[in-house]
């Protein structure tokens, strides 16, 4: 005896949310490497293997139009509160990642105009900033598969380390430019490349928010410590 409608047409809504998850994730992923890639190019002065990161940007704003498309085919069939909620919630995450992936290749882009100075002891800075953010991602990817509230929570938390890393960084940028004139051009490619980075950890505490909406729903989230001091920022 051959299963009811409905258990097809339930089974079949189960294999299109799972493909979301999974499309989400790959794009998230992507990202992910795009900024690692792009921070390497930055260490070993690579103009050629940054163009490459440039151009891979595509990929990422394809697949978040893909990403839409099925979350409108999804959205059409009526899905109810929960549901609703992951469609909700893969739309605005997707597009957080999208825009992860444009400071990744906007790192890059700064990196061949870097490249025409002379190299600056600051870039371990921000490989270790971005090596934050990258964790940052990974780890709210990673909360986001299994709808870990907590996991999430904690890379939210986490946040305050990105900023304290990056107006440590500006705070040295600063500094460094006022002793020496002749580093202001590339300090500030470093700068602009810092805080494309700090962004990066902002919109992965904007995925830890949507993993506690996409569980808790509309319940209030709890307060958060921000510690970018850069705006106040005047020298050491």
Request: aromatic share 4%; glycine share 4%; proline share 4%.
């Amino acid at each position: 005896m051959s299963p009811p409608m409905h258990d097809h047409i339930v089974k079949s809504y189960d294999d299109e949310q799972h493909r979301l998850l999974d499309e989400t994730l790959r794009m998230g992923e992507m990202a992910a490497s795009q900024l690692e890639a792009a921070l390497d190019v930055v260490r070993r002065r690579d103009g050629k293997a940054a163009e490459r990161i440039i151009a891979n940007d595509e990929a990422i704003d394809a697949l978040e139009q893909e990403i839409s498309h099925d979350v409108m085919k999804l959205a059409l069939r009526g899905p109810m509160a929960r549901d609703l909620r992951q469609i909700l919630a893969a739309i605005r995450i997707a597009s957080d990642i999208e825009r992860i992936g444009d400071y990744a290749a906007n790192v890059a882009k700064r990196s061949t105009a870097l490249n025409l100075s002379p190299p600056l002891p600051h870039v371990n800075g921000l490989h270790a900033l971005g090596t934050l953010a990258v964790t940052q991602l990974r780890d709210v990817l990673a909360a986001y598969r299994t709808s870990d509230v907590e996991a999430a929570q904690r890379v939210r938390a986490r946040d305050a380390e990105v900023d304290l890393a990056y107006t440590a960084l500006f705070r040295e940028l600063l500094t460094y430019m006022m002793e020496d004139a002749r580093s202001i051009t590339a300090c500030t490619h470093l700068l602009f490349m810092a805080k494309n980075i700090e962004r990066i950890g902002d919109h992965a505490t904007n995925i830890a928010e949507n993993v506690w909406f996409l569980v808790r729903g509309e319940e209030l989230l709890p307060p958060r410590e921000k510690r970018d001091d850069s705006n106040t920022a005047t020298g050491p």
